[in-house]
Each structure stands twice: as structure tokens, then as C-alpha cells.
């Protein structure tokens, strides 16, 4: 008589010995796990070794990655250039007409400007770049937001260092390795960056959402002087980004301040700055808060 095709694993020693194994393997992984988790959560910077040889091994395919990204936006770019051709000649012809006032009145005021720091014997140079690189990724999915950019110790990049690209703050460099970095996005949750309204001294600390906007809260509380559309700069307070880099851009009033969006978006961001961090005997010693807002993250994160 054939032996049935279904038979349970009690008929067979090996049988009994793969399904012993198996759980075995289970149990033994998810005690790895918990250990690894428990770790983690005690001593966060035990695995960094591990995370920075992880971005160095996934950098060349982020690389290509962000080449595919950037031939994809602009296919799109050039098929929505057409489909809308015509309103967009009449917007932007307005818009150039308006620039054109805008711009003669702000070279007016750059050449005031130097007039007066020339009499007052002020001199200001703009930091020269630590590296330059592409953005190679950043999380879109994730709670916590960061980036990977293709520059590492190798080309003198150093933990803390801002980084911007030309249209604004990125973020700060986080995790170095050999040759890639590790970023934290101005909008991630444990970054908060020292700002001020662009045409005044409206100071106010911004912090990271999560969502890819920025919680602005006010030093000074009382009659919110914000308005929608206000461009928001670095203030410089705190030492480590330097004065007016732009940062947001005002979207909705709060009671203690706004809510802004950031105008370097790392989706759209091709490459990135890394600027040194902005320390000099100019520097005015800061508060506790600000000392904390230049810093942005916790000390667990550290």
C-alpha cells in the first residue's frame, strides 16, 4: 500500500528535526533582535561604525539613483512646459516687469551698503565651501528625516557642519564616514535652527515638523508681527550657521508664532554645500536656548 502523500512530520526524524531547527532559528532571532534593540535604545552611538560602513556601501547606488531622479524631473519638466506654455509666458512677463524695479532699487541698496561699511571699515567674506556633492538620498518615508551626501572626513568634512545648497539650509552633518555623510534635515523633529525675519530683527527659533514644514515659535511673545509669505533667515545666533542663509518661507500664523516651508527641499535638491561651522571672536556668547538650537539634537542622538 502507497504511504499517504500528506504525512505529518511525527513520521519522519527528519521531518521533526527541520521543524525543531526552524523554530529554533526564530527564537534565537528574535532574542538577537531584543538584545540589538535593548543596545540601541542605552548607547546609540554604539552602531554608528555600522551605520557609516552601511551609507559607504550604499553610496554609489544613491549616486545613480540621483542621476535617474534628475533625467526623470526633467522629461516631466519639459512635457509640463508645454501643456502650460502660454500662462506661464503671461505670469512670468508680469513677474519680470515687477523684478526689474525690484532689482534696481536692491542694487541701489547693495551699493549703499557697501558705502557705509567701506566708512566703517567693516569687512565681511563669505566662507569658502568645505566640499561640494550631490545629495545621493534622503528618507521620505521614515519619522526622522536625513540625507547622504557623497563627501566624507576624506575631504574635510567634520561633524556639526551646516549644509545648504543654493537655495537654503538643509540641514547639518550628523554622522561622518570616509567618503559619505550623514545629514539631519532642517525638518526633522530634533533640529532647531536659530532664524529671524528677513527685513528685520523678528527672531524666532525653527523646528523641524517631520512633515517637511517648520514649527516657528517667537522669542518674544506677544502681538505675532509675522505674516504669510515672510522669508525667514539664520539669525547666526548660537555660532553655527552663519548670518542670513535662507531657511522658510512663511505658509500660516500660530498663536506663539507660524508654521513655515522650508525652501530647500531635499527632494528637489541636487547638490549640496558644506559649509564650516561659523565660530568667530565676533561671535556673542549665546543663552541656553540658543546654545540648544544651534546644536538641534538630543543628547541621546549624540
Do not use: C, W
Not at 538584545?35 to 552601511?54: D, E, K, M, T
Not at 544613491?62 to 524631473?73: C, D, E, I, L, P
Not at 571699515?121 to 528618507?139: C, F, H, M, N, Y
Not at 545648497?165 to 564616514?177: H, K, M, P, Y
Amino acid at each position: 500500500m502507497a504511504p499517504p502523500a500528506n504525512r505529518r512530520p511525527g513520521h519522519s526524524r527528519r521531518a521533526q528535526y527541520s521543524s525543531f531547527f526552524g523554530y529554533l532559528a526564530g527564537v534565537l532571532g528574535a532574542l538577537i533582535g531584543a538584545v540589538l534593540l535593548i543596545l540601541s535604545i542605552r548607547n546609540p552611538g554604539l552602531f554608528s561604525g555600522a551605520q557609516s560602513a552601511a551609507t559607504e556601501a550604499a553610496e554609489p547606488a544613491g549616486s545613480a539613483s540621483a542621476v535617474t531622479r534628475r533625467a526623470g524631473r526633467d522629461i516631466f519638466s519639459v512635457l509640463e512646459g508645454y501643456v502650460l506654455a502660454g500662462s506661464r509666458y503671461d505670469k512670468l512677463n508680469r513677474e519680470l516687469k515687477q523684478a526689474r524695479s525690484e532689482l534696481a532699487e536692491s542694487k541701489a541698496i547693495k551699493a549703499e551698503n557697501r558705502r557705509l561699511k567701506k566708512l566703517l571699515t567693516i569687512v565681511e567674506d563669505d566662507p569658502e565651501p568645505v566640499a561640494v556633492s550631490r545629495l545621493t538620498g534622503s528618507s521620505a518615508a521614515s519619522s526622522r528625516r536625513y540625507a547622504t551626501i557623497g563627501v566624507g572626513f576624506r575631504h574635510g568634512v567634520r561633524d556639526g557642519m551646516p549644509v545648504r545648497s543654493i537655495l537654503g539650509i538643509v540641514g547639518r552633518v550628523l554622522q561622518t564616514g570616509p567618503g559619505s555623510a550623514r545629514v539631519l534635515l532642517v525638518t526633522d523633529t530634533q533640529s532647531l535652527v536659530p532664524v529671524r525675519r528677513a527685513q528685520d530683527d523678528v527672531a524666532a527659533f525653527a523646528q523641524g515638523r517631520g512633515d517637511g514644514t517648520l514649527q516657528v515659535r517667537l522669542i518674544d511673545l506677544g502681538v505675532n508681527p509675522l505674516k504669510k509669505g515672510d522669508i525667514l533667515v539664520t539669525s547666526g545666533a548660537g555660532g553655527l550657521y552663519r548670518t542670513g542663509i535662507p531657511v522658510a518661507v512663511v505658509t500660516e500664523l500660530t498663536p506663539d508664532g507660524a508654521q513655515a516651508r522650508v525652501l530647500s527641499d531635499p527632494a528637489a535638491t541636487d547638490y549640496a554645500i558644506v559649509e564650516p561651522i561659523s565660530i568667530g571672536p565676533e561671535t556673542e556668547p549665546a543663552s541656553a536656548n540658543e546654545q540648544q538650537a544651534s546644536g538641534g539634537a538630543t543628547d541621546s542622538e549624540r
